[in-house]
């Protein structure tokens, strides 16, 4: 064996015993490991006028927005020397979004926590965009005209939300989850990750749409249409009302399905999965 080889694998040895070590010297806890950008600093930032519509866009860290005792839209957030906010407000948009100045990309060890939370007011009526990379989102006791949350890799989260309009939540990778939410329109699709409600409302349409994961609902209750499509992964859930109120198109091309093809009802429901079974039931 060369020289060389024998040189790189005690390299990467080594690598690994002193990686070993920082993770014994931060008790298990990487956010105290930081050899790029230094410390952290905490920063809040308060909305100066009337704010119609919130847009956030984070590449990587969680997103909290919530209900608070505020007036107007809050920010709190951590900066570094590399990782930046650029808060600023235009015609009644607040818009909040990540960026950073590219420096140090090489040694880019940064593992600390750097999360963005929102506080809207009690009376907030406005409408609420998130554009999220890598990163859970949480929403808890808001209400807002329109919700739409984009996110790529990492879990989503709303309860005790009211929208007065759509609630649209698209996810890649990760789980969704919606609780004592309401809205007139509801569509949530993830790709690859479970998705569940539990007590929701959707005055007019819902729509759950899966490819890799479960999709579940309990006490699902609607004005108009439910749509619920899965391609690898089970339909599980409860409806309240009537199964005679709906006309019902359901299939499963590989797994067992409780509900029976209907033409009667003045509601649709459609339920199809590839690879997978469907039980809903009525009450």
């Not at 298990?28 to 950008?37: H, V, W």
């Not at 859970?136 to 879990?155: C, H, K, P, Q, R």
């Not at 999709?215 to 690898?232: A, E, H, M, Q, Y």
Request: hydrophobic share 30%.
């Amino acid at each position: 064996m060369s020289g060389r080889i024998l040189f790189g694998i005690a390299s990467s040895i080594t690598g690994v015993l002193l990686m070993g070590l920082a993770y014994l010297m931060v008790g298990g806890d990487f956010s105290k490991f930081n050899i790029r950008n230094g410390k952290s600093v905490e920063k809040t930032y308060s909305s100066e006028s009337a704010i119609e519509k919130i847009e956030i866009k984070e590449t990587s860290g969680e997103i909290s927005i919530e209900e608070g005792d505020v007036e107007k839209p809050e920010v709190w957030y951590q900066e570094n020397d590399n990782q930046k906010y650029d808060i600023k407000e235009e015609n009644g948009v607040l818009k909040i979004e990540k960026v950073s100045d590219g420096r140090n990309f090489f040694f880019n060890f940064d593992f600390s926590s750097k999360d963005l939370k929102v506080t809207v007011p009690k009376d907030y009526k406005g409408e609420i965009k998130v554009k999220c990379t890598s990163g859970s989102t949480v929403v808890d006791s808001v209400n807002a005209a329109e919700l739409t949350i984009d996110n790529t890799s990492g879990s989503v989260r709303i309860r005790d939300t009211r929208v007065s309009g759509d609630l649209k939540v698209g996810n890649t990778s990760g789980s969704v989850h919606i609780s004592d939410c309401e809205a007139e329109n509801i569509d949530v699709t993830n790709t690859s990750g479970s998705i569940r409600f539990d007590d929701t409302e959707a005055f007019d349409s819902f729509s759950a749409k899966g490819t890799s994961g479960s999709i579940k609902f309990n006490s699902l209750k609607t004005g108009g249409d439910i749509t619920v499509s899965n391609t690898s992964g089970s339909i599980r859930g409860t409806i309240i009302g009537d199964k005679d109120d709906y006309k019902i198109t359901a299939g499963a091309s590989s797994g067992s399905c409780n509900l029976k093809n209907t033409s009667k009802g003045d509601k649709e429901l459609n339920a199809n999965v590839k690879s997978g079974s469907i039980k809903i039931e009525f009450e």
